[in-house]
């Protein structure tokens, strides 16, 4: 199976150089493959949002090496890396962060937007068919803040496959949902994940969804404690 | 979303849209700060335009006159002591020297429009057993009445002088008794009395022009007052009035005459107009600031705002050039619709004050004059002051860090 991440001894420390140092991150190995869909989880301060952040070319470690698809993202500059970023990973947030100046097909087409420039309609097109996908078609006109939770959870996983992305970072997706909302959204993402072979990173502290999972990583302390093993 | 569109002006224009109440409110402030610059400007143009045409239709720009005499003590041999005092001499009705080359020479340059001959002294009109002093103007019509525009001001009769004919004041004209068609005497100390035909009579507005100054053919001036072949002004206008005094000052020193601008002989005047054009830019510069500040402050309370759409946007894809740009747009959409607005808001209210503000005898206080290049100018330079003003606030978005900015 192709290889979509590679981390190899990834470190991250903030205030380098001064007294106050500190170092999050000591050492991540991680590889994640097509069509794996892995959990990420850790208690607060475990270092697994700075660890997201800088697998979804947000942040630079400050050590170690990244690879997407294969290219070294150290390698590249601002411009390339926020391109890569814009084609080769998706995102969905907690608090689904839908621009609510836009409907729901404009949010889903803004990816395709920024990357393309002008929008035209291949963009209405791919649109259509992602809202379709994630049953909300009728409401692909809808102000995104008129829309409920689960809803717009929906619209941003939409969104987040518009580029047709290799790599999905969900960063507790569910966290703000009720059960049943929680439950349909992580069931579509699991069924895009077998459908389109996308692979997927979730950060959760829901046990349950995490034993939904192909693959569980628990990060302590800046660590990868155990990786691979379903929860008991 | 418009097809056409790119990216940036979408959002651009979405972002204000979202935020229609604080668009409003600072589309307003522009709309106001613009519409008192129109309002401001067409008003003094307008103002000033009434007062330089007042002042310039009666009197040439630039008048090139014989230079003064002056005495010239004989000097004996070195060593010798000068007299303590020399006499001012008496300042005789002379002609310019070589006059008609000056003239072609004048009429040749490109910063002047019109130079006319002139030859004027003082005289006496006698209508029965009044006499009355006047200014005896002899002039080439044709090109006089370009420089003064003494038709305008006709009202009786006609601005046609023949060799007996005479145009007169109407001041003079009451003193005299006499009206349109009426002769009258001219006597001058070198040509004695000579009649002639009041053929038009003219109001300048002002009662001195109206009692003394009188206009006839310069061939008549000339042997009247013993100027034959001599004249002893050339009166110019020149294309751009404010440059009269450069101007006479360049022929000054390059001919033998005396320029004399109207910016001189009006310095009053002038430093009024200066005035008026000073503060008018002050206003504007004050106004400008103030709309940019304003501009600026909602901008930089948009970024906040926005902070997390900057964030998503930035993860997505979005390189910083397209958020700097977004932010760019914001503040010259919110410069140009405000200016549109303001230009109609100034001009209405220029109408209104124009139809109610009247002079003592009921005419208009100024002229309304609404020309293009002034709403174009204010519309650009709002547009402008618009991307200027957001320059700060579109960089500090541009340089968001999406990690910051996604978790607020």
């Given at each position: 199976?192709?290889?979509?991440?590679?981390?190899?001894?990834?470190?991250?420390?903030?205030?380098?150089?001064?007294?106050?140092?500190?170092?999050?991150?000591?050492?991540?190995?991680?590889?994640?493959?097509?069509?794996?869909?892995?959990?990420?989880?850790?208690?607060?301060?475990?270092?697994?949002?700075?660890?997201?952040?800088?697998i979804g070319l947000l942040d630079r470690p400050t050590a170690g090496r990244l690879l997407i698809n294969g290219?070294?993202?150290?390698?590249?500059?601002?411009?390339?890396?926020?391109?890569?970023?814009?084609?080769?990973?998706?995102?969905?947030?907690?608090?689904?962060?839908?621009?609510?100046?836009?409907?729901?097909?404009?949010?889903?087409?803004?990816?395709?937007?920024?990357?393309?420039?002008?929008?035209?309609?291949?963009?209405?097109?791919?649109?259509?068919?992602?809202?379709?996908?994630v049953g909300l078609s009728r409401?692909?006109?809808?102000?995104?803040?008129?829309?409920?939770?689960?809803?717009?959870?929906?619209?941003?996983?939409?969104?987040a496959l518009a580029m047709n992305p290799d790599l999905v970072l969900a960063d507790e997706p569910t966290g703000n949902l009720d059960t049943k909302s929680a439950n349909d959204v992580f069931e579509l993402m699991r069924e895009i994940n077998r459908e389109r072979g996308t692979t997927f990173l979730l950060v959760t502290h829901n046990d349950d969804l995490a034993k939904s999972c192909d693959r569980i990583v628990q990060v302590v302390d800046g660590r990868i404690a155990v990786s691979g093993v379903s929860l008991p | 979303m418009k097809r056409w569109l790119p990216f940036e002006w979408i959002a651009a224009v979405r972002f204000l849209l979202d935020g229609a109440l604080q668009t409003l409110v600072i589309v307003g402030g522009i709309a106001i700060g613009v519409g008192v610059i129109v309002f401001m400007s067409a008003m003094l143009a307008g103002l000033q335009a009434n007062f330089i045409k007042r002042v310039l239709t009666s009197q040439p720009q630039i008048q090139l006159i014989p230079p003064d005499q002056v005495a010239r003590p004989l000097r004996d041999e070195p060593g010798t002591v000068e007299v303590a005092t020399v006499q001012r001499p008496t300042q005789r009705v002379i002609s310019i020297d070589q006059w008609p080359k000056i003239r072609a020479e004048m009429q040749a340059r490109p910063d002047v429009v019109y130079a006319a001959a002139t030859a004027s002294g003082s005289a006496l009109a006698l209508r029965g057993d009044t006499s009355r002093a006047i200014t005896l103007y002899g002039i080439e019509p044709e090109i006089y009445f370009q420089i003064v525009k003494v038709p305008d001001f006709i009202v009786a009769g006609e601005a046609q002088i023949t060799t007996e004919g005479i145009l007169i004041g109407v001041e003079l004209a009451r003193d005299l008794g006499a009206s349109l068609g009426d002769k009258i005497i001219v006597s001058t100390p070198l040509a004695g009395n000579r009649v002639l035909t009041i053929k038009g009579i003219f109001d300048f507005g002002n009662k001195a022009a109206n009692q003394r100054n009188t206009f006839v053919t310069l061939r008549n001036a000339q042997s009247m007052l013993g100027l034959i072949g001599g004249v002893t002004s050339i009166d110019i206008t020149v294309a751009d009035i404010y440059t009269a005094e450069t101007i006479a000052q360049e022929i000054q020193a390059t001919l033998p005459v005396k320029a004399d601008s109207w910016i001189r002989t009006n310095a009053q005047f002038f430093t009024a107009v200066k005035a008026q054009q000073n503060s008018n830019t002050l206003i504007r510069l004050f106004v400008g600031l103030s709309v940019a500040f304003g501009i600026a402050a909602v901008l930089i309370v948009s970024v906040i705002q926005r902070s997390k759409d900057i964030g998503i946007l930035r993860a997505m894809g979005a390189r910083r050039e397209q958020i700097l740009r977004v932010f760019l747009i914001q503040g010259g959409l919110l410069g140009f619709i405000g200016a549109l607005i303001g230009s109609g808001l100034g001009a209405l209210a220029l109408f209104a004050w124009h139809q109610s503000a009247r002079q003592v005898d009921g005419s208009e206080l100024f002229p309304l004059i609404l020309e293009s290049e002034l709403f174009i100018a204010s519309s650009l330079l709002a547009t402008l002051t618009g991307v200027a003003a957001a320059i700060a606030p579109a960089l500090r978005a541009a340089r968001l860090d999406p990690v910051v900015a996604i978790r607020g």
């Open positions: 199976m192709a290889e979509v991440l590679r981390l190899d001894g990834i470190r991250k420390s903030y205030n380098v150089g001064t007294p106050v140092e500190t170092e999050v991150l000591h050492g991540i190995d991680l590889t994640l493959h097509a069509r794996d869909f892995l959990a990420l989880m850790g208690p607060s301060g475990s270092g697994k949002s700075t660890l997201l952040n800088i290219v070294d993202a150290g390698q590249l500059g601002d411009a390339a890396l926020t391109q890569l970023r814009g084609r080769a990973i998706g995102f969905v947030f907690q608090y689904h962060y839908l621009i609510s100046a836009f409907t729901a097909r404009e949010n889903v087409m803004m990816p395709m937007l920024v990357d393309r420039g002008r929008p035209d309609g291949e963009m209405e097109r791919r649109a259509d068919e992602l809202l379709d996908r409401w692909r006109n809808n102000n995104a803040a008129n829309m409920s939770g689960g809803q717009q959870q929906r619209v941003a996983i939409a969104r | -």
